[in-house]
């Protein structure tokens, strides 16, 4: 491969003569070997010199000739000298063959070595072992098919287009799937980095998906092909790679599996010459339109709406030119009204200030691409052109998010006017500010910050939707809502909806405030109030003389421990003091004055059966 080295070796008889170093024998020893080498400019011949010291060549090249006992490498007697052939870019050749090997005449040393022929030639026009061969040339692309019949195939069907190289190849790990680094990507509007890619002539993209079949040659390559929604080919063509459009690597790489040099993919057969997709006419292959293609033809998903553009030329890129999209700044940012059910709130944590949310999310925006009064007037579809990015959308996410939502399967709707609606279901932990003064009657103002990930306030500005951004009735679209309304500890009272700029983007905040309900201030409040009352009963209907009058205080402030307990860890490790720390103190206090009052009294009347006994014992 390029940037390696082959050492050839020119071997004397042995014993017969002290060979000289060719630096030794003067300036005028340069031995000379001739070799048949093809190179892409068209030439054959190369020629390479001996290296001055045979033992130097052992120190420049990092290599040892004691590995061959052949050769002899004494200190004063040599049979051979080193030919070192620096592989370069464009060599090539089956097998290296030497050609011819002359010695100059002042490399006669007298009383060292006589050279009677100057001018040798192997016998065998070659060299004699091992079979050399140079390969520096990268793949290219010689062929691409399909392996299914021809035929007329629609919105559906599946077809591997095959792309063969001129010699086997490998290619860089592909994402799985399934993996996180997959939905990410997915999740922000791109192809995964490390995917490669292949355009065709029926508005379709196509994603590497391995070697072809069982993988056993690897000179071919296959590309997944799912035919989609108004995916065609051209009226009396076939399916074809796009018109000036190879494989895009997307950050991946494809080299010569047994040199590793880099596929040359400009080398991608033009439509209809030989070893196109569509130059095997017997095997025509044709896609049928069904349904439109959204986003429709041109469509610039990188464009915000309202953008004009503009082409400047790049070899580089399709048809030798590249789009450049800019937005008139007098138009003013792009409105987007925004609606939003709360279906749910659950998982409230007061002491890491965080709960889980249920949110039906609707954006709504005008873009004129879509305006065509001879399509339908609403057009339905699910989410795949905006999770792959073929639309654009605003891009929403919550500010005081915590994890990744986890986004359900939504709808958009496309009317012939251009509005789009997008309705999407959410569920994830967000961090919200608790106030515990008042716990456990207190009520909570609960906040969500709706922005966009990408775009800054000068693109993108929020509204709420009319009458009300928060919802409680089942107006959104049943089939991607719950319309259930219900809270956990909390119950709704008020819900409010406010705009503002953090951090040069446009904010939507969405504030719902919400008391604690009943059943939760219960459970907080009327047990350890039941447990003081109980406890009081009890002692006040002990018998004094019974030992139990101090158990039952002792029992009720070893519960209302426990309780403090569960209580300080439920709330957040504030500096203030709560109702419910404040009520936990009193019933401290009181089964504390329990404990002492029951403990005066048993001292008492066990003085006075003391006293009673030792009366008893004077009389008798």
Not at 286 to 309: M, V
Request: charged share 15%; hydrophobic share 40%; glycine share 6%.
């Amino acid at each position: 491969a390029a940037g390696e080295t082959v050492m050839l070796i020119a071997k004397f008889p042995t014993s017969t003569c002290k060979l000289p170093e060719p630096q030794d024998a003067g300036p005028g020893c340069v031995p000379v070997m001739t070799l048949a080498v093809h190179f892409v400019n068209g030439s054959q011949c190369y020629a390479i010199n001996a290296y001055p010291s045979t033992k130097g060549a052992e120190t420049a090249y990092g290599i040892s000739f004691l590995t061959d006992p052949s050769l002899d490498t004494g200190s004063d007697v040599y049979n051979h000298w080193a030919f070192p052939l620096n592989v370069m870019y464009g060599m090539y050749t089956s097998k290296l063959t030497v050609t011819g090997f002359r010695i100059p005449g002042a490399c006669n040393v007298v009383g060292k070595a006589m050279f009677s022929n100057y001018d040798l030639i192997p016998k065998s026009n070659s060299l004699l072992s091992p079979n050399v061969s140079i390969d520096t040339l990268p793949p290219t692309i010689v062929n691409v098919y399909t392996g299914k019949p021809a035929g007329s195939y629609t919105a559906g069907d599946v077809l591997s287009i095959i792309v063969e190289f001129s010699k086997e190849v490998s290619f860089s790990e592909l994402p799985s799937k399934y993996s996180a680094f997959y939905q990410a990507a997915n999740n922000s509007y791109k192809l995964p980095f490390g995917l490669p890619s292949l355009e065709l002539n029926s508005l379709a993209v196509t994603v590497l998906e391995g070697y072809e079949g069982t993988g056993k040659d690897r000179r071919k390559i296959s590309f997944l092909y799912l035919v989609s929604t108004g995916e065609f080919t051209p009226d009396g063509g076939q399916l074809e790679v796009a018109d000036g459009m190879t494989i895009q690597l997307n950050g991946a790489t494809i080299v010569g599996l047994a040199t590793g040099v880099e596929a040359d993919l400009t080398t991608m057969p033009k439509p209809g010459t030989v070893g196109s997709l569509s130059s095997n006419f017997s095997n025509k292959i044709t896609i049928t339109k069904t349904g439109e293609k959204f986003p429709p033809l041109g469509y610039d998903p990188n464009a915000a709406p309202g953008s004009t553009s503009s082409t400047t030329a790049n070899a580089t890129r399709r048809n030798g030119q590249i789009a450049h999209t800019r937005r008139d700044a007098a138009a003013g940012p792009i409105v987007v009204s925004v609606s939003m059910q709360l279906n749910s709130i659950f998982n409230v944590n007061e002491k890491s200030q965080s709960l889980s949310a249920d949110f039906t999310l609707q954006t709504s925006w005008n873009d004129a691409r879509f305006a065509d009064p001879t399509k339908p007037a609403v057009t339905t579809s699910g989410t795949d052109a905006i999770d792959r990015g073929f639309m654009w959308s605003p891009r929403l996410t919550f500010g005081n998010r915590r994890d990744l939502t986890s986004p359900f399967e939504g709808i958009l709707n496309v009317t012939n006017t251009g509005l789009v609606t997008l309705t999407q279901r959410y569920i994830a932990s967000y961090a919200v500010n608790l106030d515990m003064s008042d716990f456990p009657f207190d009520t909570q103002t609960l906040s969500w910050d709706v922005r966009s990930q990408n775009y800054s306030r000068s693109l993108v500005r929020f509204v709420a939707a009319s009458p009300s951004a928060l919802r409680n009735a089942s107006a959104m679209l049943a089939s991607v809502q719950d319309p259930t309304f219900s809270f956990s500890q909390y119950g709704q009272r008020t819900a409010t909806i406010t705009t503002g700029i953090y951090a040069d983007f446009h904010v939507l905040q969405v504030t719902v405030k919400a008391a604690r309900i009943a059943t939760m201030t219960s459970v907080f409040l009327i047990f350890p109030i039941c447990l003081v009352c109980v406890s009081l009963g009890m002692v006040l209907s002990q018998d004094p003389g019974k030992e139990s009058r101090l158990s039952v205080p002792t029992g009720a402030l070893t519960a209302t421990m426990a309780f403090s307990f569960v209580v300080s860890n439920l709330c957040p490790p504030v500096s203030y003091v709560t109702r419910m720390h404040l009520l936990i103190f009193q019933t401290y206090i009181f089964a504390a004055v329990q404990l002492v009052v029951n403990y005066y009294l048993w001292r008492v009347q066990a003085a006075r059966r003391e006293l009673a006994e030792l009366n008893a014992e004077n009389k008798a």
